[in-house]
């Protein structure tokens, strides 16, 4: 009988556990700030991105938050010819499938957020190079959700490939060892919103 009773009380708590995650679809976008890491006379290119994501509420201290966005990123380089300076917006633009850990101190409003991101190239506009077809990055930041499902956010996205596909660590031909790699960097601020679910 205690054995009955025993598994009985197990199956409870896991299906109230499980009756309180909560998925909500929701809505993504905002201001990128971006560079190009280890290149000389460059500056960062001011942007947007925008997507949608679905928040898994695990309870109200964990959630778990799969994302989708389209991301304009790059920089903005600055060339010498004919005896003046001049500067050219770089594009890298990707789709973005990614999914960030939420957690939210004191089950309150105010969430540190991280999770790792695959970047998926749709399009750029360099001439004479061919940079890589996709990137891993890593993102971090902070946040705040209001009661309505409004949230307000700033993260950091830290790519870690090199954008034409070097590994940091072979020689030229003269024997130089190489170790600047160029990474996509982009500072996101930004607002979602999670739709309310039964």
């Known amino acids: ?15 109230q556990t499980e009756a309180q995650v909560k998925v909500s679809p929701g809505l993504r976008g905002g201001l990128n700030v971006s560079t190009l890491t280890n ?7 001011t942007d947007f991105y925008v997507g949608g994501l679905v928040n898994i ?24 010819e004919n005896g003046r300076y001049y500067s050219e917006k770089y594009e890298l633009n990707y789709i973005t ?5 939420k ?11 991280a999770g790792p991101s695959l970047d ?34 700033a993260r950091l996205k830290q790519g870690l490939i090199d954008i ?10 003269n024997g130089y060892y190489y170790n600047d790699v160029i990474l996509n960097q982009v500072f996101q601020i930004g607002i979602s919103y999670t739709f309310k679910t039964k």
């Not at 957690?103 to 957020?113: D, I, T, V």
């Not at 004479?128 to 946040?143: K, R, Y």
């Open 164 to 173: 034409y596909g070097y590994n940091g660590y072979d020689y030229d031909n």
């Open 120 to 153: 998926l190239k749709v399009s750029d506009n360099y001439v004479n190079t061919n940079p890589e077809d996709f990137d891993l990055s890593f993102v971090g930041g902070v946040g705040y959700t209001l009661p309505n499902g409004l949230t307000f956010e």
């Open 57 to 80: 509420k695990f309870n109200k201290f964990f959630s778990v938050q799969p994302e989708i966005n389209y991301s304009r990123q790059g920089d903005e380089g600055r060339y010498f």
């Open 97 to 101: 499938l990614g999914a960030v850990a």
């Open 103 to 113: 957690f939210n101190f004191g089950g309150g409003g105010f969430h540190l957020l």
């Open 1 to 15: 009988m205690r054995k009955f009773v025993l598994i009985a009380f197990v199956l409870l708590i896991g299906m």
């Open 39 to 45: 290149i000389d006379d460059n500056s960062s290119k």
